[in-house]
């Protein structure tokens, strides 16, 4: 029956199966199917059985291999042979899928990958159809892995972020020799971009202007089509979108319920995203700077996580109402709960550009990869929050001494605190704007769609 449907194009989209990059190849996807085209999302048979997403009139669901059919990356010996077996079996599966396509109603026309998946472009040419790379990270971020690729990184190279310290850089620059697997796919990205048709940007204009157009001289075909969060949050021109739709896990109504008895921008958030590992130390003293904070908190905290909490911190926190431990929560309904007032983050860019445009100002604590970039821009150049600072002579601990001066620096009803929360509600607009009918990252999508619909 929906094949009958008068799509004028079809667009298959493949990330890379994690949920930080799900997420936002479906919120894209989302927005191009808006447009009256038809989209598929392919995820892994691992991923997908444990999402078990269903399809809609909006996005449909289909699936190609990793290799790892019963147990995803964790069945893999590393990354490298996670990376190596996927790209055979993704291939292939990949084609079997587009072959299946072709002879349909709407064959594929596009294929929109994740450039941790060079081989998903090298398909679509094999095919004859057109490309898209879609990068999930800030522009800024993937500029700096650009050029470091390129051989051209210098600290005065990277346009609006002013001085740039080593701290400052994605770790697996700032840190030689780390994850060096990782550090190898992340500069891989760009080893065939220039095939591609397209170039995406998961971040809107206005906020990485002068990057956006520095990348640009490089990347002509760079289209910026963020913010990807559920249209509810933003513009809300999209029919019950209120959710990501695809979740690893689950939540209830526990946070939104202790939300609703706290005044209006008395909670700090807290949460690290799924793959943050504090050390027993540096969890103790979180806890600690929370607690004597005097502020309200939320703070997520992973199953496998709760036994490095203080002993009775849960159950003395809890008893006054003063802070609340959980599992897991539904982010975005906490964040754009009227009594959250800050965001303490990882800094990954999803947890980021959502509070971005939701207006929470943030407190960045970041660990590894992309998030002490992030942070800079946080702090540095957006203006939106603050970074905590590291205790050096503590093996890299953040002391409760610093979380408390942080928490109050950004909750306090100050100079520096309201400024922050000015800029915040600036860059909320900023990103309905974008999304917006007639907005920078609508225009995009609408040039993409049309240059698709005309070779279709």
């Known amino acids: 029956m929906e094949d009958n449907k008068g799509y004028r194009a079809h667009v298959l989209v493949v990330p890379y199966p994690a949920q930080g990059h799900i997420n936002p190849f479906l919120q894209f996807s989302k927005r191009v199917a808006s447009k009256g085209i038809k989209v598929t999302l392919a995820n892994t048979i691992f991923i997908a059985n444990s999402l078990q997403p269903k399809s809609s009139g909006s996005v449909h669901f289909d699936t190609i291999s990793d290799g790892y059919d019963e147990g995803g990356f964790a069945r893999a010996e590393s990354i ?139 990347c002509s075909n760079l289209l910026t089509i963020g913010p990807t969060v559920p249209s509810t949050y933003l513009d809300n021109s999209i029919k019950d979108d209120k959710d990501y739709g695809l979740h690893l896990f689950k939540s209830d109504s526990t946070c939104t319920d202790w939300l609703n008895t706290k005044p209006a921008g008395s909670v700090v958030y807290v949460a690290f995203g799924s793959m943050a590992n504090l050390s027993d130390k540096q969890m103790g003293e979180l806890a600690f700077g929370l607690k004597e904070s005097g502020v309200h908190f939320l703070w997520v905290v992973r199953a496998s996580e709760e036994a490095k909490l203080p002993s009775k911190f849960v159950q003395e926190t809890s008893n006054g109402g003063e802070g609340l431990v959980v599992k897991w929560s539904p982010q975005l309904e906490v964040l754009s709960h009227a009594a959250v007032g800050c965001f303490f983050t990882h800094g990954g860019w999803n947890s980021t550009i959502e509070a971005l445009s939701l207006g929470v100002p943030m407190i960045a604590m970041p660990q590894w990869t992309d998030q002490p970039t992030n942070s ?9 929050g603050v970074r905590v600072k590291v205790d050096e002579n503590a093996n890299g601990i953040v002391g409760r001494d610093e979380i408390k001066r942080c928490i109050r620096k950004v909750m306090r009803d100050d100079k520096d605190g309201n400024e922050m929360k000015k800029n915040a509600k600036k860059w909320r607009e900023l990103a309905i704007e974008a999304v917006s009918d007639g907005g920078t990252s609508d225009n995009n999508i609408q040039q993409f769609v049309s240059k698709l619909t005309a070779t279709a």
């Open 80 to 218: 490298d042979e996670y990376l190596s077996r996927m790209e055979a079996v993704g291939s292939k599966t990949l084609a079997e899928l587009i072959t299946k396509h072709q002879n349909s109603p709407h064959p594929i026309n596009c294929i929109v990958y994740d450039p941790f998946l060079p081989w998903a472009l090298e398909v679509a040419k094999q095919f004859g159809v057109l490309a898209g790379a879609f990068f999930t990270q800030t522009c800024t971020v993937n500029y700096i892995y650009y050029l470091q690729h390129r051989g051209k990184l210098t600290v005065s190279s990277i346009p609006g972020l002013h001085v740039l310290e080593p701290q400052d850089l994605p770790s697996f620059i700032s840190v030689p020799g780390s994850y060096p697997a990782y550090f190898e796919m992340v500069l891989n990205q760009f080893l065939n971009t220039h095939k591609a048709d397209f170039i995406f940007a998961n971040t809107f204009y206005k906020l990485e202007q002068e990057v956006v157009d520095s990348m640009s001289k490089d």
């Open 376 to 384: 800079k821009l946080v702090e540095a150049v957006w203006k939106v």
